[in-house]
């Protein structure tokens, strides 16, 4: 049984698409996450989302907005996709009161041309 | 802002101990953590540090020095299946558990 899951796994579309990546969790975490790492392997958090709070990281564009339609799912919407969005993204689950640890999905590699 | 440095590059043998080390500055903070990234997998959680000293978690050991925002990740009996990539990261705030990334350590295992 996979934990967290995503699709799909490869994404390739064209610059000013939109498109949507989804997320489930089974492990019955209250919040949720989207993690983008770059080319360098950089990771950098774009929201934490539970049923009470959405935190968005100031440097993220407002073309990227998830979408949860319950606990255990937090899809990603892009709206006009640029060169710039190719990267892997993750999602990743984890209680709000603790443990701490989060567990992440396989990723879903976007390549835009 | 959040800034977290670590060697990008470490090379050890199998067998021996290498350790991993990750200084940050960061506008809150409320813990230490290091996850593990093998080539094309997804980052795997290893250890949690909120509290200052050392943590061990079989192979692997994790510190923390919060007056010195420095922590480390400690490997012991390399193994080749441990060359991988690894970050530390710091959760910034009470509520919410937002990880921020450091720049990831590439260990590579030679026999």
């Known amino acids: 049984d996979t934990a967290v899951s995503q699709t799909p796994k490869y994404l390739v579309t064209q610059m000013g698409n939109d498109k949507s990546i989804k997320c489930e969790q089974n492990l019955g975490h209250d919040t949720m996450y989207w993690y983008k790492q770059d080319s360098k392997k950089f990771l950098k958090i774009m929201f934490s989302?539970?049923?009470?709070?959405?935190?968005i990281n100031e440097t993220v564009p407002n073309r990227f907005s998830p979408k949860s339609p319950d606990k255990a799912h937090l899809n990603l919407h892009i709206n006009s996709l640029e060169l710039g969005d190719s990267a892997v993204y993750f999602c990743?689950?984890?209680?709000?009161?603790?443990?701490?640890?989060?567990?992440f999905g396989p990723g879903t590699r976007l390549t835009v041309t | 802002g959040q800034s977290l440095e670590q060697p990008s590059e470490v090379t050890a043998v199998e067998g021996a101990i290498v350790q991993i080390n990750c200084t940050y500055q960061?506008?809150?903070?409320?813990?230490l953590s290091w996850y593990q990234q093998h080539d094309g997998g997804a980052p795997t959680f290893l250890s949690y540090?909120?509290?200052?000293g050392l943590e061990e978690t079989g192979r692997f050991s994790s510190f923390l020095s919060r007056s010195d925002s420095y922590g480390y990740l400690l490997l012991q009996e390399l193994q080749m299946k441990d060359s991988a990539s690894y970050f530390c990261a710091v959760r910034d705030r009470g509520g919410a558990n937002n990880l921020f990334f450091g720049t990831g350590t590439r260990l590579t295992v030679i026999p």
């Open positions: 960061t506008s809150g903070f409320y813990g």
């Open positions: 989302y539970n049923n009470k709070e959405l935190i």
């Open positions: 990743a689950s984890s209680l709000r009161g603790g443990p701490y640890e989060q567990y």
């Open positions: 540090n909120a509290l200052d």
